[in-house]
């Protein structure tokens, strides 16, 4: 299973809750990450391909992927297991550490 | 007309004498070579050192003009433009950083998390969104991980 968040999503993500525009976090999390990763197992994960994006705000990140732990109380070790991100731009590893990091903060936080 | 056996000679002698002359006249080429290569190399470092300050002034100030304010409808185009603004220049702050390091072989054991962290203040909390409140608190923050950024750059501009 992949999402290409650029193509599948939106090239702009945008805002964190669904006044803030159409291509925001939470709705990502909810259409996009929550029913993929129903299907997402360790030997078959959810791969989440960031780059096209024309950049990502923190507060984007944060809602799609810290609202995992935070909301709907997605277990973060087993997040670590069926999560991969996928980037190909050395300039979106930096994103890559905000994801995990916004993943540990709301599983310190609960 | 000189005797061409002493004509020979002289030949010989102005030869010998170049000769003797030759390594010298190497070193002095290939030191000259070096030591300007070191200069060149050292002054496009300050360069792009002083020129990724300069981004991480307007980086700064842009941050002070959107965090100082609340989210307002009626300046909705202009925070879309400061958001795109913001977001674009830590993008090409990393990039040119990651540049800066490679080339010049600048120790960055701390500023990749210093980046990070930078991301984190500038573009989290409600950033982006409808409901954001002013944060002189953030900004606060911002500036002093921007300095912190600056100050490992300007050291190795020395």
């Given at each position: 299973m992949k999402i290409d968040i650029a193509k599948d999503f939106s090239d702009t993500p945008w805002g964190r809750y669904p006044d803030d525009g159409d291509f925001c976090g939470e709705i990502f999390r909810k259409k996009f990450l929550l029913p993929n990763l129903k299907n997402a197992s360790v030997s078959d994960p959810l791969i989440i391909k960031i780059d096209g994006a024309e950049g990502f705000g923190s507060s984007f990140l944060e809602e799609a992927f810290g609202g995992l732990v935070r909301l709907d109380k997605i277990d973060p070790a087993k997040l670590k297991s069926i999560i991969k991100i996928?980037?190909?731009?050395?300039?979106?590893?930096?994103?890559?550490?905000?994801?995990?990091?916004?993943?540990e903060e709301a599983a310190s936080q609960e | 007309m000189p005797d061409p056996e002493s004509l020979w000679c002289g030949i010989v002698d102005i030869f010998i004498f170049i000769r003797s002359l030759v390594p010298a006249l190497l070193s002095i080429c290939l030191g000259g070579f070096i030591l300007n290569k070191?200069?060149?190399?050292?002054?496009?470092?300050?360069n792009c050192i002083d020129s990724l300050c300069k981004k991480i002034e307007v980086l700064s100030d842009e941050c002070a003009s959107y965090w100082s304010q609340d989210y307002s409808a009626s300046k909705n185009g202009e925070l879309k433009v400061q958001e795109a603004k913001i977001k674009g220049a830590l993008l090409q702050l990393n990039v040119d950083y990651r540049f800066i390091a490679e080339e010049y072989k600048i120790p960055c054991d701390t500023i990749p998390a210093q980046m990070i962290e930078l991301v984190d203040l500038c573009t989290g909390g409600q950033f982006e969104s409808k409901k954001r409140k002013a944060d002189i608190g953030r900004y606060l923050k911002i500036v002093n991980c921007l300095g912190g950024i600056t100050v490992h750059l300007r050291s190795h501009k020395i």
């Open positions: 996928e980037n190909e731009k050395s300039s979106f590893q930096m994103y890559v550490k905000l994801i995990w990091k916004y993943i | 070191f200069f060149i190399r050292r002054a496009n470092m300050a």
